[in-house]
């Protein structure tokens, strides 16, 4: 075959490559949309927060989506296998190493936990058991091997730029109060017909000013935000070509709303740590190009001036909150400080059948007799409590003593047996058990005998209410790790390894006791107690190395090739996830689009070096022309 004939042949041969990438592209730009609604029975050795079915709309489909598309990756590199795909060098075999101790840590944790049902396919609501976090690696190491071309950059990119699309669409109108999920036709669109009774009982997720789209939780908008903002923004500033910058405006305009719209605190913060990166990186290119940068930081501004006057200054109305936490962490905490000098009751005590609640100078006691619930104080004396009965949602005992006027007691019927729903001030706080044996504090959800906790607690005294009860749920989750360091409690096992009975803590820090805490809100704290400090030092290595790594090939240059920018660009959408990660979990909603960006940033990056390498290896063996002072 002639020379010519070979071009001929070459040029017209089709390249199937892409059909590879069609995991990648439904992962990011269709699995983040599905919302569908579904009832998942829970075992009974398991109810926690619910009983019966549970519903769930925005994680169970998705994590199946996830899990078949998997089994669809497999089924692809079985067939199309290229070893000369694999990376191996010094950084990426660390990559290998760090991820595979990551996988067999989790399944480790997975087979051995104690709530291994959970732990294989997670909590309803959540679906983030071991199975899918192992989907997540999966991803990565897929989206690493396939990035051999920066020209296949685009099947990450395009599905992200529709996908922020369609979330600003659905954001602005759950900002205006309209969510197009409960019209009629969005709830029969996200809703099967087997189902149909429910959507009467569907109303609004949130209040007005809230954007979720369709991540579940305006917290997830922050951290989806956080990856996407400077994802784009670094395209539309530095990318050639007049449509591409276009395109990735309009992107960077739906991310900067979705941010704002969402409210997240979580997402500022990462999005504040990718500009920190973002400076380092481009120094002296910014020094270089300060002229150009002045009229984009103008633009920036007046967006941001802008979205503040348009909503009254509603869409920036957290941000005073977020320093005044930052500033908070910073000062030393107050070891007097006991919060129960803050909440109408200090504890709660169980003898002969009776029960005491104790209060600041004063106590009730409840027991049973023959005529029903006595209460006495601390004195033994008597407390008239009117026992009033209009049906079954008003029978209940109320006082005029101003001493006790705000704890009112609920009677309620639950499987045939009578309890005491206790509120203080409008506020339930807990249920007691009324029978024969008298008078006994239960879970409020399983009804079984519980006695309160006070659990141990490490650093945040004083400081429970900080970033919405994180430093609640932070002081209480240390104590844990240290309690089952290396394997800990297993894949979305949070909420049965948390200590759920300290009812006077979350009444203290949320307000109210009637909460389960379900998640530790930071990516960090999560790995460290489902699946033990090694899992997490693993995932270190794994992110601390693509950091390490990025850093060194594109810091404190003057010029980068495009190639090299949609490297940076990536690189900073994986900060932006890791910094919003100290105050977000992983949930299925991101997560994934977390870890396909990783991936192809792994990948990127390992071209770019490649390419430096090579450069580096001509010029040591070139000859210099002595008249042009060129290399020859």
């Keep these: 075959m002639s020379q010519k004939e070979q071009e001929v042949q070459g040029k017209y041969k089709f390249n199937f490559s892409w059909i590879t990438y069609i995991p990648i592209v439904i992962l990011l730009g269709i699995v983040p949309l599905i919302v569908r609604l579904v009832k998942t029975d829970i075992p009974a050795e398991y109810i926690l927060y619910v009983t019966g079915n549970n519903i769930d709309m925005f994680s169970q489909y998705k994590s199946s ?68 976090i192992i989907c997540y690696i999966i991803m990565m190491l897929y989206s690493f091997y396939l990035m051999n071309k920066s020209s296949d950059v685009k099947f990450v990119i395009v599905p992200l730029v529709f996908l922020v699309i369609v979330m600003t669409i659905l954001g602005i109108f759950q900002y205006k109060g309209e969510d197009l999920f409960f019209t ?21 997720l949130y209040s007005d000013g809230n954007m979720y789209g369709t991540l579940f939780h305006y917290n997830y908008m922050g951290s989806f935000a956080a990856m996407m903002l400077p994802l784009f923004l670094t395209l539309t500033c530095f990318v050639k070509g007049m449509g591409k910058k276009a395109v990735f405006a309009v992107a960077t305009l739906g991310s900067a709303i979705l941010l704002f719209g969402s409210t997240s605190r979580a997402g500022l913060i990462g999005v504040a740590c990718s500009a920190v990166v973002f400076m380092i990186i481009f120094l002296k290119y910014l020094m270089k190009k300060w002229k150009v ?65 104790e209060m600041n100078g004063q106590s009730l006691t409840l027991s049973m007799t023959d005529e029903g619930v006595r209460f006495e104080d601390q004195n033994g004396e008597q407390v008239i409590y009117i026992y009033f009965n209009m049906g079954a949602e008003q029978t209940r005992y109320f006082t005029q003593d101003k001493r006790f006027e705000p704890f009112m007691f609920h009677v309620r ?54 970033g919405s009860a994180r430093g609640y749920i932070w002081s209480r989750t240390l104590p844990l790790i240290k309690e089952s360091p290396l394997l800990g409690y297993g894949p979305d096992a949070f909420a049965f390894a948390f200590p759920q009975n300290d009812l006077l803590g979350k009444w203290y820090a949320y307000e109210t006791p009637s909460i389960t805490v379900d998640k ?49 660009a990536l690189f900073l959408a994986v900060i932006g996830y890791l910094g919003a990660g100290i105050f977000n979990d992983s949930v299925v909603s991101v997560a994934p689009i977390f870890w396909i960006l990783l991936g192809t940033g792994m990948g990127i990056n390992y071209m770019v070096q490649k390419e430096q390498k090579d450069v580096k290896k001509k010029i040591e063996h070139a000859t210099i022309d002595m008249k042009s002072r060129k290399h020859v």
């Design 184 to 204: 009629e036709w969005g709830k029969k669109l996200i809703i099967p017909e087997h189902y149909a009774e429910d959507r009467a009982l569907l109303t609004n």
């Design 65 to 132: 989506a996830i899990f078949a598309i998997v089994i669809v990756i497999g089924i692809i590199l079985f067939l199309t296998f290229n070893k000369s795909y694999m990376k191996w060098e010094k950084n990426t075999k660390i990559y290998y190493i760090a991820a595979s101790l990551f996988v067999i840590m989790t399944a480790f944790a997975m087979w051995l936990s104690p709530y291994k049902e959970v732990s294989v396919w997670g909590l309803p609501n959540r679906a983030e058991g071991g199975v899918m």
């Design 520 to 568: 530790p809100h930071n990516l960090y704290l999560q790995i460290a107690v489902n699946q033990g400090l090694i899992a997490l030092g693993a995932f270190l290595v794994l992110v601390g190395t693509y950091i390490v790594d990025a850093i060194k090939v594109y810091a404190f240059r003057r010029d980068y090739s495009s190639k090299e920018i949609v490297g940076i």
């Design 293 to 357: 940068m002045i009229p984009l930081i103008i633009a920036g501004v007046a967006l941001v001036i802008g979205l503040d006057l348009a909503t009254n200054g509603a869409i920036f109305s957290r941000i005073p909150t977020l320093f005044r936490d930052m500033v908070a962490i910073i000062q030393p905490s107050d070891e007097s400080f006991d919060y129960r000098d803050h909440i109408p009751v200090r504890g709660i005590v169980h003898s002969e059948g009776q029960a005491t609640i």
């Design 413 to 466: 019927e639950v499987n045939g047996e009578n309890y005491l729903q206790m509120s203080y001030a409008g506020t339930s706080v807990c249920w007691f058990s009324i029978g024969e044996e008298g008078v006994h504090l239960v879970d409020q959800f399983t009804k079984e005998p519980m006695e309160l906790e006070e659990p141990a607690s490490i650093g945040f005294r004083g400081k429970e209410r900080l």
